[in-house]
């Protein structure tokens, strides 16, 4: 009974900011229109990377293709850049003793608005931007996953890094407690993590050495992972791995964002917000 | 002097109602409605006259302050304001009105007082010598001796608005628009910048129109008033005019806008 | 006590020059930034890397590949410092109109309005954004760099050519922001779409645009002209052409500015006439 209204609690976040997203629906066009545009720009200039040295490259171009339109269609799940400055500006302008009045943790309440946020956008703006990448002529266009078992793991990763990037999403809202410049944290954290998130140039792109590393961060547990599952050209054993490390990188990234919240709103209570 | 006749302003805005189904419609198919912000609004303000603008929210208060700064393009209808259209020739215009927006800041968050003001100076050109004159006139009026050399956000909203009711005379315009300079005043404040304003008009003769909320502005400030409702003049008299027998005034408004249905 | 209607001493009849006034505006802007001088720190530490990252980028792929379509690693660097300089330059200035949205929404727009000297300065003047010196220090490294190792054979004219790039490319992209601030004019949803324009074309400028593809470069040369502040002018630098024509194009990129200015005061007028 209790726990069942608990969940309704995060249910009616969750609503309130999906019907918020959906109303912006200009938003959603332009974000469709600047992500269809990155994504081509992205793979004309791989196409000519491909044009000059062919053997090069670590994957087929086909899947590299596939894993751009991917990454654009689904740009608003597994980015970790888009934090809400609403959030910011609760803790940074003290409005979070409204927050902490309500009989909700901060942890849940704000991973629940996120999750929101994420999908609300990511269902508007990924159909459209996947169509015109099934449309495109051939060396361009998109390919689905070879079998029915593929595509389910790729879903199943696809949860899991939206999960880990939305978990280390709290790390730097609870981050923004301690520090005195939220913009700044925020604005070294976006470039880093994009970039180890091969948010700049897919993973598999990297020298060998550096790829090795970033493949065991949790940076690659976001959107690396899935959109390599979904071409199928990954043997099992390396599925499976991906798929664990995720699981892993998920866990410790839950416990290290909800203590570091319970702490921070402890500091709240203390000193008055 | 201030004229405007019969002038009208309408917009056009986008509905948005509630609830999921209507979210995904809206992303469709979208539904405007034309709000008229002010209908064949008419009346003539004198030089050296204190006039309070009142009316519900949403009744063309602001529309009528924007219009007379020369920020917004009536539909229809003239205006005039000492013989210059405002939303013709901008930049003359403003250079001889001052304008306060009770809601907001025009000094600059950061640094103090007296950069912002050191700025409008060349924004507005004004020449050593009359702003010299100009900001120890206005020194020693509002008291700003010791808040000149603090940074806008460290002041309290009293001080700033004592602060920004300074900026908008350094150039010393004829014509001040007041639009709700007491928002959220504490009660000495609020003398204070009543005292101010009465003052000013008295030494200057300058023109001043005030929307306000608050009828105790009215009763210190102005003998006339001009109500204003669903953007249409409503009455446009004095304080005895309204008044009965022994009501206070906030009673006397009340009932002046239910009687009128506002 | 006062003669109420007494005359003022005489208005000041010299107008500041807009040139003094903006000085003024940057001078505030800088003070107020040293209010948070940590924050400041930070933010001009995040910019580097925002473009630092690209760079990686650049280099991690030539790693793997050597060079990309005749360009070398040393060219790709001269064209990426070229266009994020040129980006910096117009966001640190003409900042005011790329976070101009907020000015309509909180209707400061309006402050601006009763304000007698040109819409235009005044919104240059309400944001200098010191903090793009970070992205700046990151083309200036690149430069050093890149300048003496990409084969160049540098001359008078190339030299110019250079400085025209940096002057036309500027230009460019302050029109651009131009352009997205009219566009708060009409709309405050969906303005997202002209970053394609603006930071798109500074993180994917960094190759020559015929990289894109031919139909990029007629899109670059006559729809928004980023080909005439690099690709033409970097063909000259690097020998690729020798055409002297080439050096001046980027001057031609000024011309852009007229067009985004008649869309901002389009803008302006519509402001005037609807008031939101």
Same mark, same amino acid.
């Given at each position: 009974m209790k726990s069942g209204f608990t969940i309704r609690k995060y249910q009616s976040f969750f609503r309130l900011r999906f019907v918020m997203g959906l109303q912006y629906r200009a938003a959603a066009l332009a974000g469709i229109t600047t992500q269809f545009a990155w994504g081509f720009l992205a793979i004309m200039a791989f196409s000519a990377f491909y044009e000059t040295d062919p053997a090069a490259f670590p994957m087929s171009f086909q899947d590299t293709v596939t894993y751009i339109w991917l990454q654009q269609a689904f740009l608003a799940l597994f980015n970790t850049w888009m934090l809400e400055n609403e959030i910011f500006d609760t803790i940074s302008g003290g409005n979070i003793a409204y927050e902490l009045c309500r009989p909700i943790r901060i942890y849940n309440m704000w991973i629940a608005r996120s999750l929101a946020n994420r999908f609300s956008r990511a269902v508007l703006r990924c159909l459209p931007i996947l169509i015109v990448a099934f449309l495109? /002529?051939? /060396?361009y266009r998109m390919v689905l996953p070879p079998d029915v078992p593929t595509f389910l793991l790729f879903v199943l990763s696809a949860v899991l890094g939206t999960s880990v990037a939305t978990a280390f999403c709290m790390i730097v809202y609870g981050l923004t407690f301690f520090t005195i410049s939220p913009q700044g944290v925020r604005i070294l954290f976006a470039s880093l993590v994009d970039f180890l998130a091969g948010g700049i140039i897919p993973i598999p792109f990297m020298p060998d050495g550096v790829r090795r590393v970033m493949e065991l961060l949790p940076f690659a547990s976001m959107q690396n992972a899935p959109l390599r599952i979904f071409t199928g050209s990954l043997s099992a054993q390396e599925t499976a791995r991906m798929l664990g490390l995720q699981f892993f990188w998920l866990i410790a990234l839950v416990l290290i964002g909800s203590s570091l919240c319970r702490v921070a709103e402890r500091k709240a209570c203390i000193q008055g917000g | 002097m201030i004229t405007m006749e019969n002038v009208s302003k309408s917009y056009k805005v986008a509905k948005r109602n509630a609830g999921f189904g209507e979210a995904v419609k809206s992303l469709f198919h979208r539904e405007y409605e034309t709000i008229h912000a002010l209908k064949n609004v008419s009346f003539t303000i004198g030089d050296g006259e204190m006039v309070g603008y009142i009316g519900p929210n949403g009744a063309g208060k602001s529309s009528t302050i924007k219009i007379l700064s020369g920020i917004l393009t009536p539909d229809g209808g003239t205006v005039l304001v000492d013989g210059r259209v405002p939303y013709k020739d901008r930049i003359r215009h403003v250079k001889e009105i001052g304008v306060v927006f009770g809601q907001r800041s025009q000094l600059w968050w950061d640094i103090p007082v007296i950069d912002s003001f050191e700025l409008l100076k060349d924004i507005y050109s004004i020449s050593p010598q009359s702003y010299k004159q100009n900001l120890e006139e206005l020194t020693d009026l509002l008291d700003l001796k010791e808040l000149l050399r603090s940074p806008t956000r460290q002041l309290s909203l009293g001080q700033r608005m004592r602060c920004e009711l300074a900026a908008s005379l350094l150039h010393d315009p004829k014509i001040l628009f007041l639009d709700e300079p007491t928002i959220g005043l504490d009660a000495v404040s609020k003398l204070a910048v009543r005292e101010f304003i009465r003052k000013r008009n008295k030494l200057h003769g300058t023109t001043v129109l005030l929307t306000t909320h608050d009828m105790q502005d009215i009763e210190a400030l102005s003998d006339r008033i001009i109500l204003i409702g669903k953007g249409e003049i409503l009455m446009d008299g004095t304080l005895d005019d309204i008044k009965k027998g022994n009501e206070t005034i906030d009673e006397t408004v009340a009932e002046l806008y239910r009687s009128f249905d506002v | 006590m006062k003669n109420p209607f007494s005359e003022k001493p005489?208005? %000041?009849?010299?107008k500041t020059s807009a040139l003094k006034l903006w000085m003024r505006y940057v001078g505030i802007n800088v003070r107020c930034a040293m209010q948070y001088k940590m924050s400041f720190f930070m933010m001009v530490l995040g910019q580097f890397f925002v473009s630092f990252s690209v760079f990686l980028g650049i280099y991690f792929m030539f790693q793997r590949f050597h060079s990309v379509k005749g360009y070398s690693y040393n060219e790709v660097l001269l064209c990426y410092a070229t266009i994020l300089m040129e980006f910096s330059l117009a966001e640190m200035t003409a900042r005011g109109f790329d976070s101009f949205s907020s000015m309509v929404r909180t209707g400061s727009f309006d402050q601006v309005l009763v304000r007698p000297r040109n819409e235009v300065l005044q919104v240059l003047g309400s944001k200098f954004e010191l903090t793009r010196i970070g992205r700046m220090l990151q083309a200036l490294l690149m430069f050093v760099y890149a300048i003496p190792r990409c084969g160049v054979d540098w001359n008078f004219a190339k030299a110019v050519t250079l400085l025209f790039m940096l002057i036309g490319g500027t230009a460019l992209f302050s029109g651009i922001f131009m352009i997205y601030a009219a566009f708060c004019f009409f709309?405050?949803?969906?303005?997202?779409?002209?970053n394609v324009f603006t930071d798109g074309a500074k993180e994917h400028g960094k190759y020559p645009i015929d990289v894109y593809g031919k139909k990029m470069l007629l899109f670059g040369t006559f729809f928004v002209p980023y080909a005439l502040v690099q690709y033409y002018p970097l063909c000259y630098v690097i020998g690729k %052409?020798?055409?002297?024509?080439y050096i001046f194009l980027p001057l031609l990129a000024i011309l852009f500015l007229i067009p985004s200015y008649l869309f901002w005061r389009f803008g302006v007028r519509r402001y005037c006439s609807s008031g939101s």
């Open positions: 495109v /002529p051939a /060396p | - | 005489i208005r %000041s009849t010299k709309t405050l949803e969906g303005l997202e779409f002209m %052409s020798d055409n002297p024509l």
